[in-house]
């Protein structure tokens, strides 16, 4: 009787262990890319003799890039009949460099929360903006072009293929995902971004907050809408996006999708961008491969009046395994830069020692990448 009691509670710390364990995941993405960038223009501050230099790079260079490589973890277990507790820790790494850059794990998504059915979820920690949980399909550009957010003028260079902001992710934060309600095809999701800065009490806290709506029937078309206020800038991100899944709909295995946003400044103007792609799955191959396009169109790039870009991607994906994929793909992007753009530009001084400063200027850049990589999934 004592080594069957002791068989039976050995067994159920085994089953309890086992449901605690975290799920490790990851991904390793690694591309060589070819890069040339143009920029041509002037510098719009004087210098000691009261000239305005001129500007007129033509550069490139073989990189070597990791693209969003990660670790992570996470899982759930149950904390009554009703509701579990959730969690994730994902960290990104740069897995081709250890210099500078590469600071070690960079927190991700990062979060400790609930889940109950009738409740929904609640996340602490650091998620991100609401506004990603609407992409669906739309973007789909990998490699070197996963570029959306490329927009900050201030940290950009010649080499920067700018485009239309993007939403980071929050710290400090909740989100709450609401429970489906009688089956309708809708998402609900709210986010509160806090600012724990101490202040005086008639000063105002810069906290935050968003909104998120997916609506996605199950018939291959998906619409979302969402705004982050006062979060991934000082300011309001409003986007909208559609996409469509012909193949539920005529015999073309296509899938279309358009995003439209604005991003309102508090300290600038009003940024549009429009963002437009196609992606075609092709059975001509041995194992799945799919080929894609995406042009992207932004106006008053962060909020600056007359800094505005074109780009546009092609591209394909093969699938070895559903987690071993081949990249092959090729960009363009054309910004012209009229309102006082940071540039980051060699020194005289440092030429040919990669030492470079930062100055005032406007102009035209323009850049081109061409790269294939592996994509790894674990």
Same mark, same amino acid.
């Given at each position: 009787?004592?080594?069957?009691?002791?068989?039976?509670?050995?067994?159920?710390? $085994?089953?309890?262990?086992?449901?605690? *364990?975290?799920?490790?995941?990851?991904?390793?993405?690694?591309?060589?890319? %070819?890069?040339?960038?143009?920029?041509?223009?002037?510098?719009?501050? *004087?210098?000691?003799?009261?000239?305005?230099?001129?500007?007129?790079?033509?550069?490139?260079?073989?990189?070597?890039?990791?693209?969003?490589?990660?670790?992570?973890?996470?899982? /759930?277990? !149950?904390?009554?009949?009703?509701?579990?507790?959730?969690?994730?820790?994902?960290?990104?790494?740069?897995?081709?460099? $250890?210099?500078?850059?590469? #600071?070690?794990?960079?927190?991700?998504?990062?979060?400790?929360?609930?889940?109950?059915?009738?409740?929904?979820?609640?996340?602490?920690?650091?998620?991100?903006?609401?506004?990603?949980?609407? @992409?669906?399909?739309?973007? #789909?550009?990998?490699? &070197?072009?996963?570029?959306?957010?490329?927009?900050?003028?201030?940290?950009?260079?010649?080499? =920067?293929?700018?485009?239309?902001?993007?939403?980071?992710?929050?710290?400090?934060?909740?989100?709450?995902?609401?429970?489906?309600?009688?089956?309708?095809?809708?998402?609900?999701?709210?986010?509160?971004?806090?600012?724990?800065?101490?202040?005086?009490?008639?000063?105002?806290?810069?906290?935050?907050?968003?909104?998120?709506?997916?609506?996605?029937?199950?018939?291959?078309?998906?619409? +979302?809408? *969402?705004?982050?206020?006062?979060?991934?800038?000082?300011?309001?991100?409003?986007?909208?996006?559609?996409?469509?899944?012909? /193949?539920?709909?005529?015999? %073309?295995?296509?899938?279309?999708?358009?995003?439209?946003?604005?991003?309102?400044?508090?300290?600038?103007? =009003?940024?549009?961008?429009?963002?437009?792609?196609?992606?075609? +799955?092709?059975?001509?191959?041995?194992?799945?491969?799919?080929?894609?396009?995406? &042009?992207?169109?932004?106006?008053?790039?962060?909020?600056?009046?007359?800094?505005?870009?074109?780009?546009?991607?092609? +591209?394909?994906?093969?699938?070895?395994?559903?987690?071993?994929?081949?990249?092959?793909?090729? +960009?363009?992007?054309?910004?012209?830069?009229?309102?006082?753009?940071?540039? #980051?530009?060699?020194? =005289?001084?440092?030429?040919?020692?990669? =030492?470079?400063?930062?100055? !005032?200027?406007?102009?035209?850049?323009?850049?081109? *990448?061409?790269?294939?990589? @592996?994509?790894?999934?674990?």
């Amino acid at each position: 009787m004592k080594k069957l009691l002791l068989a039976t509670a050995i067994a159920a710390l $085994s089953v309890s262990a086992a449901n605690a *364990a975290p799920q490790v995941y990851g991904k390793a993405f690694i591309t060589t890319d %070819y890069v040339n960038a143009e920029l041509d223009g002037r510098e719009t501050v *004087a210098d000691e003799n009261g000239n305005f230099r001129s500007i007129d790079e033509d550069k490139n260079s073989l990189q070597i890039n990791s693209n969003i490589s990660r670790l992570g973890f996470k899982g /759930s277990e !149950a904390i009554t009949a009703n509701t579990d507790v959730v969690y994730q820790l994902e960290y990104g790494i740069n897995i081709d460099d $250890s210099g500078d850059d590469n #600071v070690g794990f960079r927190s991700r998504d990062t979060y400790l929360g609930l889940a109950n059915e009738q409740y929904g979820q609640v996340r602490f920690g650091r998620n991100y903006s609401v506004t990603d949980y609407i @992409l669906n399909s739309v973007p #789909v550009t990998k490699g &070197y072009w996963d570029n959306i957010g490329a927009s900050s003028l201030n940290t950009g260079s010649a080499a =920067e293929a700018l485009t239309l902001t993007d939403g980071g992710r929050i710290n400090n934060s909740i989100i709450w995902f609401a429970p489906k309600y009688n089956d309708l095809p809708l998402e609900l999701t709210l986010q509160y971004g806090a600012d724990e800065t101490f202040v005086d009490d008639n000063d105002d806290r810069d906290t935050g907050y968003g909104a998120a709506l997916n609506f996605n029937p199950g018939t291959g078309f998906a619409a +979302g809408i *969402a705004l982050d206020k006062d979060m991934s800038i000082n300011g309001d991100i409003l986007r909208g996006t559609a996409s469509v899944d012909l /193949s539920n709909y005529v015999a %073309y295995p296509i899938t279309l999708g358009v995003l439209y946003q604005q991003a309102d400044y508090d300290n600038a103007g =009003e940024e549009d961008g429009l963002m437009v792609s196609a992606k075609m +799955g092709l059975s001509n191959f041995a194992r799945p491969a799919t080929v894609y396009a995406q &042009y992207n169109r932004t106006e008053n790039l962060s909020g600056f009046d007359g800094n505005d870009s074109d780009q546009f991607v092609v +591209g394909g994906e093969y699938f070895f395994k559903d987690n071993m994929i081949a990249h092959l793909y090729a +960009g363009y992007n054309s910004a012209d830069l009229d309102n006082d753009t940071f540039f #980051v530009r060699e020194s =005289e001084v440092g030429k040919g020692d990669s =030492e470079f400063v930062r100055v !005032a200027g406007n102009g035209d850049s323009n850049v081109l *990448a061409i790269g294939a990589g @592996l994509e790894y999934l674990f």
